[in-house]
């Protein structure tokens, strides 16, 4: 286990962390609601607008309503995928009334995430800096 991984893991089961984690969710709705989507380490911070956005497989989740209590027992189920390494995000977006929820990889490379978004059957991966969406 890195060090990331050790720092933010420490306090998984205290009270700490569970205010951490709905203080995280409270901030993730207000993006959600504000502009569509969101994404967002276990700290809270939004990745530098560099690289692309590539869902990792089996962590996906959608829903028709998101409340901040969704996000949270979201947040919690999967903290171990996010938290496990800096390149590793939490992310969300809406299309056709539905919200999408999803751990993310931030890959630097365009063709290293379409292969990767291709190799975890995505439909889609996301640009930062032009902050579109990439249509595999």
């Known amino acids: 286990m890195n060090e990331y991984a050790v720092s933010?893991?420490?306090?998984?089961?205290?009270?700490?962390?569970?205010?951490?984690?709905?203080?995280?969710?409270?901030?993730?709705h207000d993006l959600l609601c504000e502009n569509g989507g969101f994404s967002l380490d276990?700290?809270?911070?939004?990745p530098e607008p560099i690289g692309y956005a590539v869902a990792i497989e089996g962590n996906e989740e959608?829903?028709?309503?998101?409340?901040?209590?969704t996000l949270y027992a979201y947040f919690l189920a999967h903290w171990d995928v996010v938290a496990s390494d800096p390149t590793k995000v939490?992310?969300?977006?809406?299309?056709?009334?539905?919200?999408?929820?999803?751990?993310?990889?931030?890959?630097?490379?365009l063709s290293e995430a379409l292969w990767q978004g291709?190799?975890?059957?995505?439909?889609?991966?996301?640009?930062?800096?032009?902050?579109n969406v990439i249509w595999i």
């Open 118 to 131: 291709s190799e975890r059957n995505q439909l889609s991966i996301y640009d930062l800096f032009e902050e």
């Open 8 to 28: 933010v893991q420490a306090d998984i089961n205290s009270k700490a962390h569970e205010e951490r984690v709905w203080n995280l969710a409270r901030k993730a």
């Open 90 to 109: 939490f992310g969300a977006w809406v299309d056709n009334d539905r919200t999408y929820l999803d751990c993310t990889e931030i890959i630097d490379s």
């Open 42 to 46: 276990v700290n809270g911070n939004s």
């Open 62 to 69: 959608i829903y028709l309503t998101v409340t901040i209590q």
